[in-house]
């Protein structure tokens, strides 16, 4: 469990601090992606793949709104899939316990901030008025200080709370996790909920009943509707885009006919 986790832990680490503060966050620490990596380290890139696909429809409708996270998705999908694969648990259940996992673990980047980064502020505006080149240096140095503590506590939970979690799931009644892995169910028809509603227009809403129709009555393959949304997709941009640059068009030509009018006036 201990080399697991400390495999884990790199993995997560470096994620982390690449694609927060050197790419100024370009997702890669969204379930869909650190998933299968985790995945893949522990020799199980197909559940990594499934899980991950399944944790980012829960927490893909979570946002941090004002600097307050709802749950940390990135924790706790990779709690998530080291559980499944070390213990041999089902898909369900590790999903099942991703978000309370998550919604627990979220404190500790609460903590961390409340207790250690926020004080600093007043240091960190005199130093970048003082020595910029120096502030730079230092904010990284922190950075990467700051993403050891939830790196330290993945390791803990993976390296010795893989098993107690195991046996305290395996301890519990039928009809619990019978009950957990609906509630997972739920969870994803919840997380598509809360995003369609943060981006529902009424232009392209049809499209979420046309994809309804194909599962529900056409039975058609994810991958297959993938492809068509995708082309839909690109046919509508391009489409937008000629009509906008129509519409420029338009406008430029209609400024010219104006001044050369203008000139005219002014000449005679």
């Known amino acids: 469990m201990a080399g697991a986790a400390l495999k884990i832990c790199i993995v997560y680490f470096l994620l982390n601090y690449i694609d927060e503060i050197c790419l100024s966050w370009q997702a890669l620490t969204r379930p869909i992606v650190i998933a299968p990596l985790a995945g893949l380290v522990l020799g199980d890139f197909r559940t990594g793949i499934i899980m991950g696909a399944e944790l980012e429809a829960i927490f893909m409708g979570i946002s941090a709104i004002g600097g307050v996270i709802a749950a940390d998705a990135t924790l706790s999908s990779v709690i998530a899939v080291a559980y499944t694969i070390l213990t041999g648990a089902s898909i369900a259940d590790g999903t099942a316990i991703a978000f309370p996992i998550g919604t627990v673990l979220t404190s500790v980047n609460n903590l961390s901030m409340?207790?250690?980064?926020?004080?600093?502020?007043?240091?960190?505006?005199?130093?970048?008025?003082?020595?910029?080149?120096?502030?730079?240096?230092?904010?990284?140095?922190?950075?990467?200080?700051?993403?050891?503590?939830?790196?330290?506590?993945?390791?803990?939970?993976?390296?010795?709370?893989?098993?107690?979690?195991?046996?305290?799931?395996?301890?519990?009644?039928?009809?619990?996790?019978?009950?957990?892995?609906?509630?997972?169910?739920?969870?994803?028809?919840?997380?598509?909920?809360?995003?369609?509603?943060?981006?529902?227009?009424?232009?392209?809403?049809?499209?979420?009943?046309?994809?309804?129709?194909?599962?529900?009555?056409?039975?058609?393959?994810?991958?297959?509707?993938?492809?068509?949304?995708?082309?839909?997709?690109?046919?509508?941009?391009?489409?937008?885009?000629?009509?906008?640059?129509?519409?420029?068009?338009?406008?430029?030509?209609?400024?010219?006919?104006?001044?050369?009018?203008?000139?005219?006036?002014?000449?005679?």
Do not use: C
């Not at 301890?171 to 509603?197: D, K």
């Not at 009509?243 to 068009?249: P, V, W, Y």
């Open 114 to 268: 409340s207790l250690i980064a926020n004080p600093m502020a007043a240091y960190w505006e005199k130093l970048a008025v003082k020595d910029l080149k120096q502030f730079k240096i230092q904010n990284y140095l922190f950075a990467a200080a700051m993403k050891l503590i939830p790196s330290v506590v993945l390791f803990i939970a993976v390296a010795y709370g893989v098993e107690g979690l195991n046996r305290l799931l395996g301890a519990l009644p039928a009809f619990v996790m019978t009950g957990l892995s609906a509630a997972s169910g739920m969870m994803i028809g919840v997380g598509f909920a809360i995003l369609t509603s943060m981006i529902w227009d009424n232009e392209v809403g049809i499209f979420f009943f046309v994809g309804y129709v194909m599962v529900a009555y056409l039975h058609m393959d994810t991958l297959a509707i993938a492809i068509i949304g995708a082309a839909i997709a690109i046919t509508m941009f391009f489409t937008n885009k000629r009509l906008i640059d129509t519409k420029n068009e338009i406008l430029n030509s209609g400024v010219k006919v104006a001044d050369a009018q203008n000139d005219e006036e002014d000449f005679f």
